[in-house]
């Protein structure tokens, strides 16, 4: 599904998995690790991770608690950037 707004997403702290493929589409990568999970979306000129954990306590829905964002050849970029870049390419 497109996205169809254009809130500020500096930080997608908070964000579930559904809510994550919801916004950007079904991701590149998903990758489980103990209670943690990553997704990996690719933009035009980017490549953006997702961290999820549950809650403090280990219970609860996994939520977004950190994102990297770098371009093809590795370097770090700007994570708002590589998140307008994927929204754009996804309305498209």
């Known amino acids: 599904m497109a996205p169809t707004d254009d ?12 809510e994550l493929i ?4 079904k991701p590149r990568l998903q990758i489980v690790e103990g209670v943690g ?10 490549v953006l991770d997702a961290y999820l954990y549950p809650p403090g306590n280990g ?13 093809f050849q590795g370097a770090d970029v700007a994570a708002q950037g590589c998140v307008q870049a994927i ?6």
């Open 7 to 18: 809130h500020d997403h500096r930080t997608l702290n908070g964000m579930t998995v559904g």
């Open 22 to 25: 919801e916004h950007f589409g």
């Open 37 to 46: 999970t990553k997704l990996q979306f690719m933009g035009p000129a980017c």
């Open 59 to 71: 219970g609860g829905t996994p939520r977004v608690t950190e994102i990297d964002a770098r371009n």
């Open 87 to 92: 929204e754009q390419s996804k309305r498209r």
